[in-house]
């Protein structure tokens, strides 16, 4: 299968600080990517779409000035968390499609702000 | 009505049981579906496709009924290793996924 990664894969951060998290595929090109959220024993939960070139799509719910998507390339997207508060800690999970029907995940980040 | 629903679970087996599970959703017009695993603290991982004619991989068996917007998942013989949760996942649009909440299986020794 195809490999997509992302980095980092922990961090901890202090409440008000902003976090960066990036979303690669090694080895395609992704024209689309996803990003996720996953709260403990929960499923996760689609946070928005990111297509290269242009605007994410945000979920009702996500606030796009808080989650900043940049998909600046077909294989690399980031999701930068401003202003991180401890409501914000959680897995966060990209994927990336190769064709409609092909989704890899990478392996998520899990981001803890004290 | 949520988009996708599961069983709820937990299902605890012991090893070499069979186990079901599964799964319904809303939207008529979803296209493709997929049964993911997800380990603890970690991505999903793709268990298998699902097809309108049903399939099997191994001890694994998916089944997609249309008509009635269901699918299942049978696990037979169960291994130790089959412990996760497992989720439904439906593609209504040919591009996003929507993901069940999941049914944790744990098989006991």
């Known amino acids: 299968g195809a490999v997509v990664s992302q980095h980092p894969s922990w961090v901890i951060c202090k409440s008000g600080t902003s976090v960066k998290i990036e979303c690669r595929s090694l080895?395609?090109?992704?024209?689309?990517m996803f990003w996720y959220r996953q709260f403990p024993k929960q499923s996760l939960m689609l946070m928005a779409t990111?297509?290269?070139?242009?605007?994410?799509?945000?979920e009702q719910g996500v606030e796009k000035d808080k989650f900043l998507i940049n998909h600046a390339s077909l294989t690399l997207s980031t999701l930068t968390v401003t202003s991180a508060h401890p409501e914000d800690s959680s897995f966060y999970i990209c994927s990336a499609t190769r064709t409609v029907n092909e989704q890899f995940f990478g392996p998520g980040t899990r981001l803890t702000v004290l | 009505r949520k988009e996708v629903e599961q069983d709820p679970g937990p299902f605890n087996v012991p090893e070499g049981a069979t186990v079901a599970f599964n799964c319904t959703y809303s939207n008529s017009a979803s296209q493709s579906f997929f049964w993911y695993r997800q380990d603890c603290r970690k991505e999903p991982k793709l268990l298998m496709s699902?097809?309108?004619s049903g399939n099997e991989d191994g001890r694994f068996t998916a089944q997609l009924n249309r008509a009635s917007q269901y699918i299942s998942l049978l696990i037979r013989d169960s291994k130790l290793s089959d412990s996760a949760t497992y989720l439904c996942v439906v593609n209504w649009n040919g591009q996003n996924f929507v993901f069940g909440p999941g049914t944790r299986l744990s098989v006991l020794p």
């Open positions: 080895d395609f090109q992704a024209t689309t």
């Open positions: 699902v097809y309108s």
């Open positions: 990111s297509n290269e070139g242009s605007k994410a799509t945000y």
